[in-house]
């Protein structure tokens, strides 16, 4: 688990909420009850401001590991949305336990409804916007099941970029063929992330993907077990690559 030095104080109701205590008015209730300590002192103020990291808070008799951002892995089922809400469909943040929703994590980049694989989840924003920043170029890689015979000149075509219905170039993208047949198996790395990028560039192609799914996205690469919907946090060697 990764520890936070906090640099300013923060309202102790915020804090204790923010670790997934409950509603703010849950936590007042928590603090009121004296549950709460702070460097060995029962406090009954949740407004009590506090430097997580530096100040010792206990709830419960328990010390309290302040952090700011959590870090998710999910592997991603079919049928579930990128998102954290909708009024109808399933969305991943469904998935997730109360304990790290509390964090207010969200998905970085989207995965079609129908794709499964990586999904990392996180509320750092500054680390998202660098993962998904168009001049980054971050690899995406896949493993596609294809309706169609998937050749050498599409090999090619992939290395010179191919142009999608709306006339758009892709950037250079690597394929490799794993079976080639009425039915074809394929693994390919993408470096930018447009609307259904893989299925379009297939389809400027005349083939049709029929099964998707992101195996890494830059450094990170999907534990292999984790099964359909699970997820866990990333080691502090995964942030640290993602980060570089
Ligand atoms: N490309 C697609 O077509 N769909 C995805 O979900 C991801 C990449």
Redesign the pocket.
Known sequence: MQKVVGKKPLRLDKVLAHMGFGTRQEVKKLIKGELVKVNGEPVRDPGLHVRPGRDRIEVSGKPLEYREHIYLMMYKPRGVLSATEDRSAKVVLDLISPQYRAFRPFPVG???KD?EGLLLLTNDGQLAHGLLSPRRHVA?T?YAVVRGTVTESDVEAFAHGVVLDDGYRTLPASLKILRSGPESEVELV?YE?KY?????MFQALGKE?TY?K?IAMGPLVLDEALKPGGYRELTPEEIGRLRQ
């Open positions: 989207r995965l079609d794709t995406k896949y993408v992330g259904h990028q893989v299925k379009r993907v998707l992101r």
